[in-house]
């Protein structure tokens, strides 16, 4: 039998929540599913939007439920821990990034740029990823004579020391426990440092929704891929 629970993973990869109401008739169920693809984007964090459109409403009889085509959706529903990116090391990774004041657009006019779904401006920059022991010349300001010279650096490969980026206030505006300059909670001091995400589980909770205004009990949802039907009688 499968354990009771708000909510059961049954592949490595789902791309869909499936809610499974026995007796739910298909027009019912058309009229959930619909509503829980809005709820869940209007809920979903945003960047372009892309991934919020292509939430797609599944019904059939008994059953409704959310689909997506990114597989990242799942991750920012379930949340990830922090990690190095590892895989990166040598590669050239696009980047989106604010461009508030136009400086980025300046250095590259031909440059992609977009508007967020939340009105941010930002432009499409590259960065090279290092590799482990490669060395990299960079120019630095002399503290000494004020003039510009050539030194060597480690390149920037995931894991290589960064800069600190938060530190505890001084007093008397630091944390209870903490010392003035202490490094802050949430910075590692490594480079291509992902600091995780947490869990929005914003599926669950448009599908949730959408059985209660349609009055039906919310029971246990499924995360699942197109093999679900099988799966599920396989646990039961």
Same mark, same amino acid.
């Given at each position: 039998?499968?354990?009771?629970?708000?909510?059961?993973?049954?592949?490595?990869?789902?791309?869909?929540?499936?809610?499974?109401?026995?007796?739910?008739?298909?027009?019912?169920?058309?009229?959930?599913?619909?509503?829980?693809?809005?709820?869940a984007r209007r809920k979903?964090?945003?960047?372009?939007?892309?991934?919020?459109?292509?939430?797609?409403?599944?019904?059939?009889?008994?059953?409704?439920?959310?689909?997506?085509?990114?597989?990242?959706?799942?991750?920012?529903?379930?949340?990830?821990?922090?990690?190095?990116?590892?895989?990166?090391?040598?590669k050239t990774i696009p980047?989106?990034?604010?461009?508030?004041?136009?400086?980025?657009?300046?250095?590259?006019?031909?440059?992609?740029?977009?508007?967020?779904?939340?009105?941010?401006?930002?432009?499409?920059?590259?960065?090279?990823?290092?590799?482990?022991?490669?060395?990299?010349?960079?120019?630095? &300001?002399?503290?000494?004579?004020? =003039?510009?010279?050539?030194?060597?650096? $480690? !390149?920037?490969?995931? /894991? +290589?020391?960064?800069?600190?980026?938060?530190?505890?206030?001084?007093?008397?505006?630091?944390?209870?426990?903490?010392?003035?300059?202490?490094?802050?909670?949430?910075?590692?001091?490594?480079?291509?440092?992902?600091?995780?995400?947490?869990?929005?589980?914003?599926?669950?909770?448009?599908?949730?929704?959408?059985?209660?205004?349609?009055?039906? &009990?919310?029971?246990?949802?499924? =995360?699942?891929?197109?093999?679900?039907? $099988? !799966?599920?009688?396989? /646990? +039961?």
């Open positions: 039998m499968l354990l009771e629970s708000a909510e059961l993973q049954l592949t490595n990869r789902p791309d869909r929540a499936i809610m499974v109401v026995d007796g739910m008739r298909l027009r019912q169920a058309r009229a959930c599913a619909h509503a829980a693809v809005r709820e979903m964090p945003k960047l372009s939007g892309r991934a919020a459109s292509r939430l797609l409403p599944l019904w059939g009889q008994g059953y409704f439920g959310i689909r997506w085509l990114d597989s990242y959706v799942f991750f920012q529903d379930h949340g990830i821990r922090p990690f190095t990116m590892n895989r990166l090391e040598g980047m989106w990034v604010d461009d508030h004041t136009g400086t980025e657009r300046a250095k590259n006019p031909k440059a992609k740029t977009r508007i967020t779904a939340s009105g941010k401006q930002q432009v499409l920059i590259f960065r090279r990823v290092g590799r482990r022991s490669q060395a990299t010349q960079r120019t630095r &300001l002399d503290p000494a004579t004020r =003039l510009p010279r050539s030194v060597q650096t $480690s !390149a920037s490969y995931p /894991g +290589a020391p960064g800069r600190i980026g938060k530190r505890q206030a001084a007093s008397p505006l630091t944390t209870e426990g903490k010392q003035g300059g202490q490094v802050a909670a949430g910075n590692v001091g490594v480079k291509w440092r992902h600091p995780g995400l947490s869990p929005r589980l914003f599926i669950n909770n448009a599908i949730t929704l959408a059985a209660q205004w349609h009055g039906i &009990l919310p029971i246990r949802i499924y =995360l699942c891929d197109e093999r679900w039907r $099988s !799966a599920l009688r396989g /646990g +039961a």
